[in-house]
């Protein structure tokens, strides 16, 4: 297998203790190590040569940052991330080791948990009841059908769906920052109204779950709540910076 550089898992805390039977990417997966600078290390492999974002390596990153999560905190990498060669992970390390640390720290003891809401798509007989607009043109629909009537009915319909999941999305948002340490905004995702991510103490994060699961349970005719935890902190630190593979 020839070597393309060294990809970069995650930073940790220089004590770290890698799992014993943990592996890298790479097929046959590559063996795991550490470089070490002060009180911080990075988590790394040889990086195998036209790696790509297939399943098995997907997974065997997204695990290993699972178990490293489990021990202690972690500065996660995305998939993909690599470094020339080891000594620019050193430098890196040299460098920002100070924020590294201060980072680590402000993490410890945490999970991310993400939260994404989607308009409730099975509920058009409780939206027809409760909108006029939209019950007039289901009405002017039945009595002149026809593809403009469809269209604006189904217009209607979307953006009336849009409109309750939003309105939920802001109230879930209020009901749930206040059990988190932070809160950051994620990427917009195509038909998701509200996606955002906690930082909860893992002590706390069962509560947090089961606060979630309620207000999901008491609006699920305005929106879905999709709920993925725990995670490694993604969205609350800064990475090693290292070029992405290509085709990633």
């Known amino acids: 297998m020839s070597i393309a550089g060294v990809y970069v898992y ?32 990075a988590v790394v492999s040889d990086a195998p040569h036209k790696l790509r974002a297939r399943r098995r390596d997907l997974l065997a990153h997204q695990e290993l940052l ?12 995305r998939f993909g991330m690599i470094a020339p060669d080891e000594d620019t992970v050193s430098r890196q390390l040299a460098d920002a080791g100070r924020d590294h640390t201060a ?27 409760e909108d006029r607009k939209v019950r007039r043109l289901r009405d002017e629909a039945r009595r002149r059908p026809g593809y403009e009537a469809s269209l604006r009915l189904g217009e209607a319909v979307a953006f009336a769906l849009a409109g309750r999941a939003t309105e939920a999305g802001r109230r879930v948002l209020r009901e749930l920052t206040p059990l988190a340490r932070e809160v950051a905004a994620g990427p917009d995702v195509e038909g998701c109204v509200l996606n955002v991510s906690f930082l909860v103490d893992r002590g706390a994060h069962e509560r947090f779950r089961a606060t979630a699961q309620r207000f999901a349970d008491g609006h699920r005719e305005h929106v879905e709540l999709r709920l993925v935890s725990p995670l490694p902190c993604y969205s609350f630190v800064t990475g090693v910076p290292a070029r992405t593979t290509a085709g990633v």
């Open 103 to 129: 980072a680590l720290e402000r993490i410890s003891g945490g999970v991310e948990v993400n939260l994404k809401a989607f308009p409730a798509q099975n509920a058009l007989a409780t939206l027809v009841t």
């Open 66 to 77: 699972q178990r490293l999560a489990d021990d202690g905190p972690v500065l996660p990498m």
């Open 10 to 41: 995650a930073i940790v805390r220089t004590d770290a203790v890698l799992p014993a039977d943990a592996v890298g990417v790479g097929g046959p997966a590559v063996p795991l190590r550490t470089i070490r600078h002060g009180r911080v290390a």
